[in-house]
């Protein structure tokens, strides 16, 4: 179920906050719109948690010179906050009542509630203007700006790999979507400036790393994709150096096409890798055929194999097919 916002209606929703607390009537539901607006601003620039807002302190913890948002807690960090949100913090920050402690605590179903008001004015459904749909939006607005994964969870406080798969998995799979889709994009960049053949993106995979060992020469790496799936890949210490390659790392990953063989049948041989999927298309030539199998995830997976050893196979339009490869055809992809 799709429940974020995009960049547009996140800025129609931050027009409106503002329009909101405009309309306000008396002093006392100035103060209290001026308060609720000052959290919408937190969580919609600073992408911080509903908990995290209602424990701040705002005069103390926000430079309103700098910008600087500190979070305290068990997922501290420091948030620049964009120059545009500064004004209207600026402005309720300037208000008496926010020198008081207690100025951004509000009871959560009474705050939830009037998120979801603000949020009707627009016809917007209330799955995507609560707290967590606002913050994760914010995520998702960051990442769509080519902000860096590991930033974007840096910002976010997403420190394990629960958090990073509950950001991964919201409004189905978004943040998974936008990083393939910058991926694919990035790599066929790289191909036309190196004068190669351009690359459709396949056999590129972003993935969260769950095992490392080290051995003399090699050290294996095993990714676990967006769509759960498993790939080992082998590099040397250097490379694992050079990645500064960790657990719960987000990491893209490349296939070599001419490293894989593909069978009608799993098989039991010392290969690390077996990938199930079905055969979108063949294309061959005297020599080569170039193999393209569709994974249940949507995600294409290129082969090239020798055309003389086709016949066996009887491979086709729709034939399912198993793809085994070794670590080593797998290569750790810089960011």
Same mark, same amino acid.
């Given at each position: ?26 002093? =006392? ?10 959290? *919408?601003? &937190? ?30 807690? +068990? ?79 840096? *910002?976010?406080?997403? /420190? ?6 509950? #950001? ?6 978004? $943040? ?5 889709? /910058? $991926?694919?994009?990035?790599? !066929? ?12 993106? =396949? ?58 063989? &593909?069978?009608?049948?799993?098989? +039991? ?20 055929? *170039? ?7 949507? =995600?294409? &997976?290129?082969?090239?194999?020798? =055309?003389? !050893? ?14 085994? #490869? ?10």
């Amino acid at each position: 179920m799709r429940n974020h916002l995009t960049r547009q209606q996140l800025e129609g929703l931050t027009l409106c906050w503002e329009q909101w607390e405009a309309e306000a009537a008396t002093r =006392t539901q100035k103060n209290m719109r001026a308060r609720l607006h000052l959290i *919408f601003l &937190l969580m919609r620039y600073g992408g911080l948690r509903l908990g995290e807002v209602l424990a701040l302190e705002p005069r103390s913890s926000i430079d309103t010179v700098t910008g600087m948002l500190r979070v305290s807690g +068990s997922n501290a960090r420091e948030i620049l906050l964009p120059v545009s949100a500064m004004r209207n913090i600026r402005r309720i920050l300037g208000l008496p009542p926010a020198a008081e402690p207690d100025f951004l605590q509000f009871d959560q179903s009474f705050l939830r509630k009037k998120f979801y008001a603000v949020g009707s004015l627009m016809d917007l459904p209330s799955a995507c203007v609560g707290p967590r749909a606002i913050r994760y939006s914010r995520g998702l607005e960051l990442l769509e700006l080519h902000v860096p994964m590991p930033l974007v969870l840096k *910002f976010l406080g997403q /420190q394990d790999a629960d958090q990073l798969l509950a #950001f991964l998995n919201f409004s189905d799979g978004e $943040a998974r979507k936008l990083l393939t889709s /910058q $991926a694919q994009g990035k790599d !066929t960049s790289a191909s036309a400036c190196h004068g190669g053949e351009a690359d459709d993106g =396949t056999n590129l995979f972003w993935g969260i790393v769950t095992r490392i060992f080290t051995g003399m020469r090699k050290v294996y790496v095993e990714i676990t994709t967006f769509s759960d799936f498993r790939l080992a890949a082998a590099c040397t210490p250097e490379e694992a150096a050079l990645h500064e390659v960790h657990e719960n790392q987000v990491l893209s990953v490349r296939v070599d096409p001419e490293r894989i063989v &593909l069978s009608l049948e799993k098989s +039991s041989m010392s290969l690390a890798n077996c990938v199930k999927g079905v055969v979108d298309s063949l294309h061959s030539d005297m020599v080569e055929t *170039f193999v393209c199998v569709g994974l249940p995830d949507g =995600t294409t &997976l290129r082969a090239t194999v020798d =055309t003389c !050893t086709l016949d066996n196979m009887h491979l086709r339009d729709g034939k399912k097919v198993y793809a085994h #490869f070794a670590s080593s055809a797998v290569r750790l992809v810089a960011d």
